[in-house]
T-cell receptor
Framework: DQQVKQNSPSLSVQEGRISILNCDYT??????FLWYKKYPAEGPTFLIS?????DKNEDGRFTVFLNKSAKHLSLHIVPSQPGDSAVYFC????????????FGTGTRLTIIP | EAQVTQNPRYLITVTGKKLTVTCSQN?????MSWYRQDPGLGLRQIYY???????DKGDVPEGYKVSRKEKRNFPLILESPSPNQTSLYFC??????????????FGPGTRLTVT
């Protein structure tokens, strides 16, 4: 049972436009959410996170939005740059102190120059 | 340089031949984890460790063992590998204490093929 779902395996966006990556979850116990970025032949790197007490968190060009009632979060990248081309994983955790992270299946983002 | 290292990076082996994938971090992190990445399934946690001598199962622990005898090292052991363990494996570490412990640092990955 996939508790964290990324329904779009791939996404192509023109350089300079907004990229929106979506993630849905089913476990209502999840209270902390993260996005990771992965380039080929490298490990994932942490991008941005959000606690369930917030509905938005910004870091430069990256903004994560959380809609708890819909169990949905999204990552916005504005403006999109060629270096943003990568696979993006959404992840979630339940209860502080538990090191267990549940990841989604990933979305491959391609930025078209 | 702060990093998580894994060895080997690539490994082809045969069914039943015991193997160990090493993982080491130089950031004095308390938490360490192992994941496997498979097409269409994303990253799934195999085992994690909250400190020396403290380990626990993740989502897919069957067929794997781990140990945490030193803080910096967290080897993954496959006692009798099978073809369904062919995958890309990642080790990760993070520090405890705040929610930032979920912001894990990942190694470069080990691609394992079991024939």
């Amino acid at each position: 049972d996939q508790q964290v779902k990324q329904n779009s395996p791939s996404l192509s966006v023109q350089e300079g436009r907004i990229s929106i990556l979506n993630c849905d979850y089913t476990n209502s116990m999840f209270d902390y959410f993260l996005w990771y970025k992965k380039y080929p032949a490298e490990g994932p790197t942490f991008l941005i996170s959000i606690s369930s007490i917030k509905d938005k968190n910004e870091d430069g060009r990256f903004t994560v939005f959380l809609n708890k009632s819909a169990k949905h979060l999204s990552l916005h990248i504005v403006p999109s740059q060629p270096g943003d081309s990568a696979v993006y994983f959404c992840a979630a955790s339940a209860q502080f102190g538990n090191e267990k992270l549940t990841f989604g299946t990933g979305t491959r983002l391609t930025i078209i120059p | 340089e702060a990093q998580v290292t894994q060895n080997p990076r690539y490994l082809i082996t045969v069914t039943g031949k015991k193997l160990t994938v090493t993982c080491s971090q130089n950031m004095n992190h308390e938490y360490m984890s192992w994941y496997r990445q498979d097409p269409g399934l994303g990253l799934r946690q195999i085992y994690y460790s909250m400190n020396v001598e403290v380990t626990d199962k993740g989502d897919v622990p069957e067929g794997y063992k781990v140990s945490r005898k030193e803080k910096r090292n967290f080897p993954l052991i496959l006692e009798s590998p099978s073809p369904n363990q062919t995958s890309l494996y990642f080790c990760a570490s993070s520090s405890e204490g705040t929610r930032s412990s979920y912001e894990q640092y990942f190694g470069p990955g080990t691609r394992l093929t079991v024939t």
